[in-house]
């Protein structure tokens, strides 16, 4: 089995978790269909900015997972993972335990996990913007009774850390809810394009990653997926304020 073209896979896993999270000025001033795809951006962008200001701090229990299945082997690797976010220091993980095959602990999950936390190092170059996507309004759909923009996504340039497909864009907080997408450049050759799923749900104020599920078929025969479970979330709005006084 090519553990290192399934590896490759798990880059573009934490690329999808760039979620749009903000809270609206006024959520019944427009309707879905009222709006442009480049005035959908700008919402989603202004209130991204002002998530950012007010998110400062969370703590979370990440559920990591990878299953492969050939055609003599079916393994599985998980891996529990506490996250801290603080806006003064950024993310840090602590690997609090793993089951299952070492193998694929060791050389797919803790490798995802490394590579979210690298990717989180120059968000800039990943993120949903104008400048690395072009962006045209598809449709509308109601998700969990909320009605939502479906945008179609397209990367400017063929980066490994881009990715093109679709996403939901919640009409009344234009926080991104959905995503479905595939890599903009395939990360390796013993892999097919991965197919990634992502969502988001809401924690008080906040939108927050939900669940990311990644699945690829490898060349030389087998499936892989790879999935996040993002648990639940400790937010604690004032918590690095307070340190960053001091």
């Not at 991965?194 to 669940?211: R, V």
Request: charged content about 20%; proline content about 5%.
């Amino acid at each position: 089995m090519p553990f290192k073209g399934i590896r490759a896979l798990c880059l573009t896993a934490g690329l999808v978790l760039m979620t749009a999270v903000a809270r609206p000025e006024n959520p019944n001033a427009l309707l879905p269909a009222s709006l442009t795809a480049p005035q959908i951006v700008e919402h989603m962008l202004r209130h991204n900015r002002t998530q950012a200001d007010e998110l400062k701090h969370y703590q979370e229990l990440r559920h990591y997972q990878v299953q492969y299945k050939g055609f003599a082997a079916n393994l599985v690797g998980k891996l529990d993972v506490a996250v801290t976010f603080d806006a003064a220091s950024g993310k840090s993980f602590r690997i609090v335990s793993q089951s299952g095959s070492k193998l694929l602990c060791d050389k797919v999950l803790k490798k995802a996990v490394d590579s979210e936390a690298e990717a989180a190092q120059n968000q800039a170059a990943t993120a949903l913007t104008p400048e690395n996507y072009k962006f045209q309004l598809s449709g509308t759909e109601t998700l969990a009774g909320r009605p939502a923009y479906i945008l179609d996504v397209e990367p400017v340039t063929d980066s490994k850390f881009l990715y093109r497909g679709k996403i939901w864009v919640d009409a009344a907080e234009f926080a991104v809810v959905k995503v479905k997408a595939e890599p903009a450049k395939n990360p390796s050759f013993w892999i097919l394009r991965p197919q990634i799923t992502y969502t988001s749900a809401k924690t008080g104020d906040f939108w927050l990653p939900e669940f990311n599920r990644s699945e690829t078929k490898v060349r030389v025969g087998g499936t892989a997926v790879f999935t996040i479970d993002y648990g639940t979330y400790q937010v604690d709005p004032a918590a690095s304020a307070t340190t960053a006084s001091r």
